[in-house]
């Protein structure tokens, strides 16, 4: 759990390990980003802490880069060339070093561990392969979703081109969003064509790609790194029910979203994540509905938490059905609660305690 005494509302703060890219794709395009950090609520790791950021503040944190970069440069295009793992260089020397992309590919598992609102996944379709992504952020807006994707493939495929130099064998990249005139105009460095409105926001290459012998392969570094780096990072939780509590701790939209996208997420079927729940004992609805409960007795520790935008994020049609559920959980209306852990009553209307 975070230290709320540092970080504010658990549940609005999430991790921002790119932040070191920020600054350095802000200085190249040539504008100070320190006060739009503050106005996203971004507090800078020091030592062993990591720097943070306001979930809400994310999305416009992106649009307001992109605004102070433009007409000269396309700042998402920019933040994907100059990111890396400064947070954990071990990671950086584990793709340097794969053999093959294959071996390669936990790091994609591991990065959505370090960063919680973007998952990566490939799935093998024969000769052609699907390298998936998807990003969760608090703010719906399609275009700074996209401006997240665009950023993201630009980091993959600088990643890609330092493995492989230049290759044919990416065939397309499919975006969900249209791009804007800047984008398409700069997005040179991409390997491959983009199809934007399609549905999906994904890169489609050549399986064998995957098998390749990769110039810059050591597999005794590589060992090593991996080795470094199951030290590192936080365990990956071995059981279903814990897995679905991690995403939807990492991700709060997920649940409003259904067992269907909780199901996409762990790259299962529907019924057979249905099936397996029911084998265990368990109810989809009374994961969501305890960690919703966790969530919410957590935020509410805070000193900034306001009840109408938490109601939102855990996923509520309204701040009333939040405070009916909250009272059925615990007996106490959300502002009551507040103030039985002598945080003080913020201004609430209509929740009476």
């Known amino acids: 759990m975070l230290d709320t005494s540092r970080h504010g509302n658990p549940v609005s703060d999430m991790p921002f390990i790119a932040a070191n890219a920020w600054i350095k794709a802000a200085t190249h395009c040539r504008f100070n980003i320190d006060p739009l950090f503050s106005e996203a609520g971004v507090v800078l790791g020091a030592a ?17 880069c992109v605004a102070h970069a433009a007409p000269n440069y396309h700042f998402p295009l920019v933040l994907g060339e100059l990111f890396a793992f400064d947070h954990l260089p071990a990671l950086e020397t584990f793709l340097a070093t794969s053999p093959t ?25 024969g000769p052609q392969s699907v390298l998936l992504l998807d990003i969760d952020l608090y703010d719906g807006d399609p275009v700074v979703r996209g401006y997240f994707v665009e950023s993201v493939l630009a980091a993959i495929s600088k990643i890609v081109r330092l493995a492989l130099g230049h290759t044919d064998l990416i065939h397309h990249i499919d975006m969900r969003h249209q791009p804007n005139a800047l984008f398409i105009a700069q997005a040179s460095t991409l390997p491959a064509a983009v ?3 399609q549905a999906r926001d994904a890169a489609v290459f050549a399986t064998r790609l995957l ?19 199951n030290q590192q990072l936080p365990a990956t939780p071995s059981g279903l029910v814990s897995q679905i509590e991690v995403h939807f701790k990492q991700a709060p939209a997920l649940l409003s979203q259904g067992i269907e996208r909780m199901a996409e997420r762990l790259d299962l079927h529907p019924r057979t994540l249905q099936r397996r729940l029911r084998d265990e004992g368990r109810a ?11 969530m919410a007795k957590a935020a509410l520790q805070g000193h900034h938490c306001h009840i109408e935008s938490l109601s939102t994020e855990l996923g509520f ?11 059925r959980w615990t007996g106490l209306s959300p502002s009551a609660f507040r103030q039985s852990q002598g945080q003080g009553a913020l201004p609430e209307p209509g929740d009476t305690p």
């Open 101 to 125: 992309l294959r071996q390669a590919l936990p790091a994609l598992q591991w990065a959505g561990m370090t960063m919680p609102n973007i998952a990566l996944r490939v799935e093998e379709t």
């Open 195 to 197: 199809r934007p409105l």
């Open 48 to 64: 062993n802490h990591a720097s943070m950021v306001r979930r809400q503040g994310l999305p416009r944190l992106m649009q307001q």
């Open 317 to 327: 049609a309204d701040r009333h059905s939040f405070t009916r559920a909250f009272r």
């Open 211 to 229: 098998d390749m012998p990769l110039p810059g392969a050591a597999p005794g570094l590589h060992q090593r790194a991996q080795t470094l780096l």
């Open 284 to 294: 989809y609805t009374d994961i969501q509905a305890g960690c919703r409960l966790d």
